[in-house]
T-cell receptor, first 114, second 113 residues
Framework: DGGITQSPKYLFRKEGQNVTLSCEQN?????MYWYRQDPGQGLRLIYY???????QKGDIAEGYSVSREKKESFPLTVTSAQKNPTAFYLC?????????????FGQGTRLTVV | AQSVAQPEDQVNVAEGNPLTVKCTYS??????LFWYVQYPNRGLQFLLK??????LVKGSYGFEAEFNKSQTSFHLKKPSALVSDSALYFC???????????FGKGNQVVVIP
């Protein structure tokens, strides 16, 4: 089946630790995105990538890092510099030059700092 | 930079009544507009989009939306709401030639039986 897979679904982190969220897609999409969702604040863009080996900061990139070494993969690292990392994280991909253009989303990872 | 506003936090509607969820946008250039729905603890599901052409677009589950360039709006509508339509709805926009995709804050829709 084609789609986007985020893992793990639930993740617990101790304060001061870095943690990496996985996002893999087999849709052959060029663009990939990471969003953070908090109650009442909608989806806020953390980073996005338009092509392999390229990525741009979104609105709330501080305390996060990404890489795009392969077209299929766009992992997000939540570093210890992120002061309030507890949130629901969503990964998406799209083919902006294609017919569809809409973004497809994974099922999300809920990160909790303990 | 592009942005989206969804002015109402929550929309309450009786089952069988028309449902409207409002969205306005701000962009420099031609907008691509999208509506998504989210159920609890899940990812977003695509409902419909406006790229070009007819201002009235039809999507999944009986939803439709009307693009109004002069009012910079893209309101989501459904003629007869179902209890199962209760969910969180997001409007999103990007501009032709720019892959940055911006979302609104979302609207919680509650359909009352």
């Amino acid at each position: 089946d084609g789609g986007i897979t985020q893992s793990p679904k639930y993740l617990f982190r101790k304060e001061g630790q870095n943690v990496t969220l996985s996002c893999e897609q087999n849709l052959n999409h060029d663009a990939m995105y990471w969003y953070r969702q908090d109650p009442g604040q909608g989806l806020r863009l953390i980073y996005y990538s338009q092509i392999v080996n390229d990525f741009q900061k979104g609105d709330i990139a501080e305390g996060y890092s990404v890489s795009r070494e392969k077209k299929e993969s766009f992992p997000l690292t939540v570093t210890s510099a992120q002061k309030n990392p507890t949130a629901f994280y969503l990964c998406a991909s799209s083919d902006p030059t294609g017919v569809s253009t809409e973004a497809f989303f994974g099922q999300g990872t809920r990160l909790t700092v303990v | 930079a592009q942005s989206v506003a969804q002015p109402e936090d929550q929309v309450n509607v009786a089952e069988g009544n028309p449902l409207t969820v409002k969205c306005t946008y701000s962009v420099s250039g031609n907008p691509y507009l999208f509506w998504y729905v989210q159920y609890p603890n899940r990812g977003l599901q695509f409902l419909l989009k406006y790229i070009t052409g007819d201002n009235l677009v039809k999507g999944s589950y009986g939803f439709e939306a009307e693009f109004n360039k002069s009012q910079t709006s893209f309101h989501l509508k459904k003629p007869s709401a179902l209890v199962s339509d209760s969910a969180l709805y997001f409007c999103a926009v990007r501009v032709y030639g720019n892959n940055r995709l911006a979302f609104g804050k979302g609207n919680q829709v509650v359909v009352i039986p």
